[in-house]
């Protein structure tokens, strides 16, 4: 029976050894993947800053960082990593969530729109093109119609909930960046002619110049790598946050924020993205793109030179190579 008993014990012990180096495994293959990719991409030299918002213009173009976050919790970084940035586009992906929570995903279908528009993230065109002048959240339009729809009375109430809410996030307080929120308040003349138009239209949801504001203040949020791919973790987590536990999300708005990302995340070269890399994804003009593979992690990647629709180009490259070599596709059927 001391045989058995021993036996049994010694079983559950190298079975438990045999999971802890697993980890230690999976652990090790995520930073080689990671380091690999920072090597290939680190002397990319294609792309340029935004030049249209002139604190982007001045940003270092030489900076590089990737994150990667598992949904039990782990973090993996390299590069730039202490690098603070504008969260821009990628903002609207955590507002939408927000007011998606709030008001229902009826409503977001109904009075923002989802599908893709096919043209670049401020177009006009894009409105006047769809007769029932629905865009989608995450096009300039549509976002700014989304920041119109959140929950407060005022301004101030309005801001206090996203600012709330991309801390519960991003796990700490984050600051609007003074320099880029000013750059941008004096440059965002498009962006007031696109949201009177929606008013015009009825298709805007509060005052102008108020959801505006606050809508460039968002964009203006200063951001790390890692934030980033902390606040996507929640995505890859179905809604609950991986390393604080809070439950933020439905799973059900989860799948949507996700199926809206894979089809406009990218703006106009979406669908080349969703065929190469296969992963829900948003990018922004800042330098930063997050990437999802529901129910494993969330990549996060900082580079300031952008491509022609205005995601980085090393960002771009970096997420493709991590999610070939970990074998991460929405649309495989492989293990």
């Not at 990667?68 to 990628?90: A, E, M, N, P, Y």
């Not at 407060?152 to 801001?159: I, L, P, R, S, V």
């Not at 519960?168 to 984050?174: D, G, N, P, S, Y």
């Not at 439950?247 to 406009?264: F, G, H, I, P, Q």
Request: hydrophobic share 45%; aromatic share 8%.
């Amino acid at each position: 029976m001391k045989k058995i008993l021993y036996a049994l014990i010694l079983v559950s012990a190298l079975g438990l050894h045999s999971q802890v180096d697993a980890r230690a495994n999976d652990s090790t293959k995520v930073e080689q993947i990671l380091a690999q990719a920072h090597t290939l991409y680190k002397d990319e030299k294609s792309g340029a800053n935004a030049d249209y918002i002139p604190a982007l213009a001045k940003v270092d173009s030489e900076q590089f960082a990737l994150a990667l976050v598992t949904t039990d919790g782990k973090v993996f970084t390299r590069g730039d990593i202490d690098s603070h940035f504008s969260i821009q586009s990628i903002s609207k992906v955590f507002t939408l969530a927000l007011a998606m929570e709030q008001q229902g995903p009826a409503a977001i279908l109904d009075k923002i729109g989802a599908n893709a528009t096919g043209l670049p993230f401020n177009s006009v065109t894009a409105i006047e093109l769809n007769q029932a002048r629905s865009v989608n959240p995450l096009v300039n339009a549509g976002a700014m119609a989304t920041v119109s729809l959140i929950e407060g009375e005022n301004a101030a109430q309005k801001w206090q909930a996203i600012s709330t809410w991309y801390g519960q996030f991003a796990t700490t307080k984050l600051a609007v960046l003074e320099d880029v929120y000013r750059s941008e308040s004096s440059s965002n003349g498009h962006n007031l002619a696109i949201a009177e138009l929606l008013q015009s239209y009825g298709r805007f949801y509060g005052d102008v110049d108020i959801n505006l504001d606050i809508y460039t203040r968002q964009c203006s949020v200063g951001v790390t790598t890692k934030d980033l791919a902390i606040m996507a973790s929640v995505l890859a987590n179905g809604g609950t946050h991986p390393i604080s536990g809070a439950k933020l999300m439905s799973a059900d708005n989860v799948e949507r924020v996700l199926a809206v990302m894979s089809t406009a995340g990218l703006y106009e070269t979406s669908g080349e993205w969703a065929y190469t890399v296969g992963l829900p994804a948003k990018s922004g003009v800042g330098g930063g793109i997050i990437a999802i593979m529901p129910g494993k992690f969330a990549i996060a990647a900082f580079s300031p030179r952008l491509d022609a629709a205005g995601n980085s180009v090393r960002a771009q490259k970096a997420i493709d190579y991590i999610a070939e070599k970990a074998k991460a596709n929405i649309f495989s059927s492989q293990d």
